[in-house]
């Protein structure tokens, strides 16, 4: 199986690539060659499964089309300009997050007969928008606010008609925000859902600009690796035209976050947060939704984090950080011998 | 006031410049210049309000920029590849339905700050998609299950983040399937709702490739005009960054319709329709919206026919068919003051 990550350089896309190497393989079919995609070459390591790194520009029609000549079986993309960057540089955000993908659905077509790969597009909460009822179903009207979570449900659109025509087999996954981000912060606005848990951990001082009950939908890296993993391998017969759906998260608010990090790192660690409220962030954050009923999702296997107490766990396993307080942050051995599906 | 309507020579297109040329303005402001844009001339007269015809193509960038480069303050945007055709031709569609939307909405953009157009945008029902509740709401999600509806969405989040953006004051309206239209069937798969009740009163059998229990969500041209001019004068302050609409219709069954035809025009009129199903036709009208309570629209002062009665009498006055029972036709007095917009 040929298997081609385009956004191969961000967090997720290289959290994946390293599962995917490391297990060379993925639903009992052997990997042949991964093809990896970014602006920038993601430094994957070689072994058993030959690596292949191209760097340039998803907006670029011919590299897409260089990028698909080889057949694919198995696509994740990935790619995305993300919200802060989005909205701040519309023409960035419209050609990379809409026309990149436009452009790779369209190559995919050009290939012609007989070429029908798996295609998994990374979507976002960001394709819904306020107002909000308190619980969300699969079933409400996406009506994103931002340019980013336009871009994204018009790529979840054209996933479904390219899927109907059967011009590939499309699998949209609307990621929850992922925390805790390893790191430096991004340019998205929800930077700090992982700047609370991560700075106090590497014992800095973090910002919260928010009140501890906003609540919020989230995962960690590690159920972001599993949601594409799966969404590579199932049966995508049952899920009929809608092609996309909410992946299942945590709807945890800031205080709760914070409790788990005391818990788990001890009240020291916690304390390095300050109460810094910004009014800007505090608007957009108004119009992020807090908590959704993914039902399909579920009903397709799709699991959730465990707990954020869990997915504080695994960030202390991850960044190698010993947190000082009375839980030192070993996973169990279920949490390893799963690659951290949880 | 400059008006621009692209999407001119269509039948909705025809029929609100045909009013606008009549009234003189809108809203109470004198139209100054009217410009009219088709795939080919809308052949329309020259009176008080001088007209200019252009005939191109909308997915042709340098075209839009021509239509867009004298500001008009208004625009009404009709042009589509409809259902049937954008399903037949799939680079048609998205070359027309999505890419000329763009190009529209791009070159608007270009015009830079202090140009701040009313954008009225014609989307359709069928960015609605099966499975549906018994009545959809406002909130139910848009699950296209055509390229047509999928291109009508496209535009629909294009609109909202181009005016959440401030480049235009965006407002769209999703049609209902506009019967009785005049003249000959488009490639719309929803043409037969017209024909059996055109063709009966023109003295000629029509088919209905459907059962008579099969529901449908109905509007008259007269109906769709009134839904254009009042979103070109109304106050969009209150509607929120959801821009786009379902516009009030009728819910009638195929057998009520044809009650309404025997009704107005009598037995032999309606016995006119024979019944051949079709079970490509009944495949696709399966996966069509029955019904919906458009609490939005209302509360924004769009309003439905009265009856399909109505309906029924205006095509039998527009088209000129005496019908031959008991009911002539003649539409009361109130409703020609209006201008046929009830």
């Known amino acids: 199986m040929k298997v081609l990550v385009i956004g191969a350089a961000g967090m997720v896309g290289r959290r ?16 042949s060659a991964l093809t990896v995609f970014d602006v920038v070459g993601a430094g994957l390591p070689q072994g058993a499964v030959p690596v292949k790194e191209i760097a340039g520009d998803i907006a670029d029609r011919a590299t897409m089309a260089r990028l698909v000549a080889p057949r694919p079986d198995l696509i994740f993309h990935l790619a995305a300009i993300v919200s802060g960057e989005a909205e701040a540089d519309f023409d960035k955000g419209y050609r990379v997050n809409l026309d990149g993908t436009r452009h790779l659905f369209e190559e995919i077509r050009a290939q012609g007969e007989g070429y029908c790969p798996r295609v998994v597009y990374t979507s976002s909460i960001a394709v819904f928008g306020a107002p909000f009822p308190d619980v969300i179903g699969d079933d409400y009207v996406n009506a994103p606010l931002t340019s980013y979570g336009t871009q994204k449900m018009i790529g979840e659109l054209l996933l479904n008609d390219y899927t109907r025509k059967g011009i590939f087999d499309g699998v949209g996954i609307r990621l929850p925000t992922i925390v805790v981000r390893p790191g430096k912060p991004n340019k998205a606005a929800s930077g700090f859902f992982s700047g609370i848990i991560r700075e106090p951990l590497a014992g800095q001082d973090a910002v919260l600009p928010v009140d501890d009950d906003v609540r919020h939908w989230v995962a960690s890296p590690d159920a972001a690796v599993g949601f594409l993993t799966h969404a590579a391998t199932m049966d995508l017969s049952g899920l009929g035209p809608r092609r996309c759906l909410t992946m299942p998260g945590l709807s945890v608010t800031v205080g709760e976050m914070l409790e788990s990090l005391s818990r ?26 807090r908590n ?51």
């Open 16 to 31: 994946l690539c390293e599962r995917l190497l490391a297990d060379g393989g993925l639903g009992g079919r052997a990997i």
């Open 264 to 289: 788990v790192a001890g009240p020291e660690v916690a304390s390095r947060v300050r109460r810094v409220p910004d009014e800007t962030i505090r608007g957009i954050v108004a119009g992020w939704p």
């Open 292 to 342: 959704f009923a993914p039902d399909r999702a579920l009903a397709a296997g799709f699991g959730a984090d465990a707990s954020f107490d869990d997915i504080v766990r695994a960030h202390i396993r991850d960044s190698g950080h010993a947190a000082p307080g009375q839980d030192q942050g070993q996973p169990d051995a279920a949490g390893l011998a799963d690659g951290g599906r949880r």
